[in-house]
């Protein structure tokens, strides 16, 4: 079965900095991989999804991820975080053989200080 | 506008009352999918569809009913044998062939009166 943890449930960093949030998955193959954002009290909003190629994937509002299969992660960075940034993110696999339910970790708080 | 709607965006239930959740998308999907979210809990599912007329439970189906009429409705039930609804509600669609890409709803907060 797949699986996603994100070991870090609370982050705080300062504006300007940079960020990394972890992701690893438990898949048979390789799966296709997502990062989704909420701000409080709304939906989530996709930033960024791998399926295969280059391991580097450009997402919307300057955030990148990296899959390592080695590793089995699909970590999400940015370079320089601003106070907006602020918000939850969760990281997802999806299946292989279709429309099949994504599975998310239980996500991880990003808090921005100043 | 395209999209997903929600509502309400606030809910509230009293004791041993069934409530329904809308979820419309005018996206022309062919999945939909019902998740609940507690804090430090994640997403969890509670039902899918991937075509009209049928539906599959997910992890947390007890207390909950859906149909699939419409391709555009999924509406999901929270029935009074749901004995802790208290939650945020998130609605999600996906085109077929879209590789697993959700896109959600804004959500409805159902609380207990």
């Known amino acids: 079965a797949q699986s996603v943890t994100q070991p870090d449930i609370h982050i705080t960093v300062s504006e300007g900095a940079s960020l990394e949030l972890r992701c690893n998955y438990s898949?048979?193959?390789?799966?296709?991989l997502f990062w989704y954002v909420q701000s409080p009290g709304q939906g989530l909003q996709l930033l960024l999804k791998?399926?295969?190629?280059?391991?580097l994937v450009q997402g919307i509002k300057g955030f990148e991820a990296e899959f390592k299969r080695s590793q089995s992660s699909f970590n999400l960075r940015k370079p320089s975080v601003h106070w907006s940034d602020a918000a939850e993110y969760f990281c997802?696999?999806?299946?292989?053989?279709?429309?099949?339910?994504?599975?998310f970790g239980k996500g991880t708080r990003l808090s921005v200080i100043a | 506008d395209g999209g997903i709607t929600q509502s309400p965006k606030y809910l509230f239930r009293k004791e041993g009352q069934n409530v329904t959740l809308s979820c419309e998308q005018n996206?022309?999907?062919?999945?939909m999918y019902w998740y609940r979210q507690d804090p430090g809990q994640g997403l969890r599912l509670i039902y899918y569809?991937?075509?009209?007329?049928?539906?599959q439970k997910g992890d947390i189906a007890e207390g909950y009913s859906v149909s699939r009429e419409k391709k555009e409705s999924f509406p999901l039930t929270v029935t009074s044998a749901q004995k802790n609804p208290t939650a945020f509600y998130l609605c999600?669609?996906?085109?077929?062939?879209?590789?697993?890409?959700?896109?959600f709803g804004a959500g409805t907060r159902l609380s207990v009166l």
């Open positions: 898949y048979g193959a390789t799966p296709y």
């Open positions: 999600a669609s996906s085109p077929d062939g879209a590789k697993n890409i959700q896109y």
């Open positions: 569809s991937q075509i009209v007329n049928d539906f």
């Open positions: 996206l022309n999907h062919d999945a």
């Open positions: 997802a696999v999806g299946s292989l053989s279709g429309n099949t339910p994504l599975v």
């Open positions: 791998y399926f295969s190629g280059d391991t």
